[in-house]
């Protein structure tokens, strides 16, 4: 499957803020998007200094960061937002919940793992379980009552030590626990627009994809 393999500090550059897409690199050391305040590339300084931009670039610019955000390629982030759309209830809040209950991100909000890269590694190379069997699909929709672990093989592998120990990493969110010593967690329930504190304006995603 094709993916992004370049410089991750310029993503965030572009979009004018940190997407923790390092992992605990971007809680200890200093962000290249700190030291340089304007996107990358010949034209980035001009572009900082423009003092207005279009409905259309803000709303563009706002997929792109969430879809950056959470390591998903334009195809799979429109495919996911259809999807939200035939849902009942507000299409921007259905968006934001298919994307925090991918197995990837769950294994990222949990603390197993440092960045949702670093997730979706975990995830691929078969080190994950649901409900008792392997799961090596990062996309995989966890539901409410799921039982999440790491392989009994994979539960002492230093990546995921590093994460737990990490003073820095974000706290486990309330619609999931945790059991760290056996690496056991759970869905305990469905999780809401109050739950996702990332700085995302979803209404202009749906804007965008509307038109």
Not at 84 to 102: D, I, S
Not at 133 to 151: C, E, F, H, N, T
Not at 184 to 200: C, F, G, H, K, L
């Amino acid at each position: 499957m094709a993916r992004y393999t370049g410089p991750v500090c310029k993503l965030c550059r572009r979009e004018g803020q940190k997407l923790f897409l390092k992992g605990t690199k971007c809680y200890t050391e200093k962000c290249p998007v700190e030291r340089r305040q304007y996107p990358p590339g010949q034209h980035g300084p001009a572009q900082a200094r423009r003092r207005k931009q279009s409905d259309y670039a803000l709303q563009l610019r706002e997929k792109q960061k969430v879809k950056r955000m959470y390591g998903l390629l334009e195809r799979q982030f429109r495919n996911l937002f259809d999807t939200a759309a035939r849902e009942e209830g507000v299409t921007g809040e259905n968006l934001l919940v298919r994307l925090e209950t991918r197995l990837d991100n769950v294994i990222f909000r949990l603390g197993l793992a440092s960045s949702r890269n670093q997730a979706r590694q975990l995830v691929r190379h078969r080190h994950v379980e649901v409900n008792g069997g392997v799961v090596d699909i990062p996309s995989y929709r966890v539901k409410p009552g799921d039982d999440i672990a790491l392989r009994t093989a994979s539960r002492e592998l230093a990546l995921v030590d590093e994460a737990l120990e990490s003073r820095n990493r974000p706290g486990t969110v309330e619609w999931l626990t945790l059991d760290e010593k056996k690496r056991v967690a759970r869905m305990v329930r469905r999780p809401t627009r109050d739950d996702i504190s990332a700085e995302i304006q979803e209404q202009l995603i749906v804007e965008l994809y509307s038109k």
